[in-house]
């Protein structure tokens, strides 16, 4: 069964210009989360997507990231315009549905490491 | 505010001795507690996790965490490490109403030959 994948590995590009992640989850899984690893730091919460719909956004920087996951089964995290600051790693995870709380166990991609210039 | 404390930020250890890495957690309820690893080029896979019942959790790869609700930790442990488990480890807290993890900042673990 493959895990959860995230594209590109890796990606440098400029300030002011576009990016847009993609995280293909384990199949069947509902829950798709989206955190971020800026260098030195922990790993932040940016928002769950419980099928199509948005849960919690909460942890989302600002208004320069759209996350999206139309069907309820990939999604994509668009930064538009990128700036420096936005430089690390992009984690994507999922996990099963249940029928109360997550269980928490989730499943992580290898990460889309972000560079901007 | 729920928060992880790894106040440990390198490690260092010779292959073959005995490795501790500490995690302090601040939670409001019984937290649900996760020790994540991640190795070089790899995503991050989950070690071992605690819920509730037996406070000393197994995982895999050998390692084994103890839940200590009166120091507030999570420590995780193995007995005597390999040079494959040199990789960062992280713990995290479960924020069920929230329904998402809380990760603390990481411990990088070198082994020594």
């Known amino acids: 069964e493959a895990g959860v994948t995230q594209f590109p590995s890796h990606s440098v590009i400029e300030k002011g210009q576009t990016v847009t992640l993609r995280c293909d989850p384990i199949?069947?899984?509902?829950?798709l989360y989206w955190y971020r690893r800026v260098m030195g730091k922990e790993i932040k919460f940016l928002l769950h997507?419980?099928?199509?719909?948005?849960?919690?956004e909460s942890g989302m920087p600002n208004n320069r990231f759209l996350a999206e996951r139309t069907g309820g089964t990939y999604s994509t995290l668009k930064v538009q315009p990128a700036e420096l600051e936005d430089s690390g790693v992009y984690f994507c995870?999922?996990?099963?549905?249940?029928?109360?709380?997550?269980?928490?166990?989730?499943?992580f991609g290898e990460g889309s490491r972000l560079t901007v210039l | 505010a729920q928060s992880v404390t790894q106040p440990d930020i390198h490690i260092t250890v010779s292959e073959g001795a005995s490795l501790e890495l500490r995690c302090n957690y601040s939670?409001?309820?019984?937290?649900?507690l996760f020790w994540y690893v991640q190795s070089p080029g790899q995503g991050l896979q989950l070690l071992l996790k605690?819920?509730?019942?037996?406070?000393l959790v197994q995982g895999i790869k050998g390692f084994e965490a103890e839940f200590k609700r009166s120091q507030s930790s999570f420590n995780l442990r193995k007995p005597s490490v390999h040079w494959s488990d040199a990789a960062e480890y992280f713990c995290?807290?479960?924020?069920?109403?929230?329904?998402?993890?809380?990760f603390g900042k990481g411990t990088r673990l070198h082994i020594l030959p």
């Open positions: 997507f419980v099928k199509e719909s948005k849960q919690d």
């Open positions: 995870a999922s996990s099963e549905a249940t029928s109360g709380r997550n269980t928490g166990e989730l499943f």
């Open positions: 605690y819920f509730s019942g037996d406070t």
């Open positions: 199949s069947g899984h509902d829950n």
């Open positions: 995290a807290v479960g924020v069920w109403r929230d329904d998402k993890i809380i």
């Open positions: 939670y409001g309820a019984t937290p649900y």
